[in-house]
């Protein structure tokens, strides 16, 4: 029995090796630009509901007006950066799980004669 790989067995091998790379590097492309697209609409909307605030607090009667305003807006913002916060997590989480296919499908392939 030869241990010793044929040209052809390593050019194969060579080919799935560089297939695994590019679909990781794809996938990884892919779901970075999905996490940075979700980040910046993130900001935006914090944005926008950082400049209500501010227009709500200018805008107040009273000093118990400006309290209300505040609680709210805080409480709000905390929600918010909660529910983002699992988003991304979600996202990141994802983006692991479908990167890593094509290495552990590489793994699992790759059997030694």
């Known amino acids: 029995m030869n ?10 091998l060579s080919q799935q090796q ?4 590019n679909t990781f590097a794809s996938t990884l492309t892919k ?7 979700e980040s910046t ?3 935006k909307k914090a944005f926008a509901a950082n400049t209500a ?6 805008g107040a009667k ?3 007006s ?3 305003i505040q609680t709210a807006f805080a409480k709000s913002a905390y ?11 979600e996202l990141y989480t994802k983006l692991a799980a479908e990167a890593l296919k094509p290495v552990q499908t590489a793994f699992a392939s790759f059997q030694p004669k």
């Open 18 to 21: 560089m297939d695994t790379v």
């Open 3 to 12: 241990a010793t790989p044929s040209f052809e067995e390593f050019q194969k």
């Open 41 to 43: 609409e993130y900001s």
């Open 31 to 37: 779901g970075l630009q999905d996490i940075a697209a």
């Open 79 to 89: 929600e918010d950066l909660i529910a983002e916060t699992t988003k991304l997590n």
């Open 66 to 68: 400006a309290i209300e």
């Open 62 to 64: 009273s000093v118990e």
């Open 53 to 58: 605030a501010v227009e709500k607090l200018l």
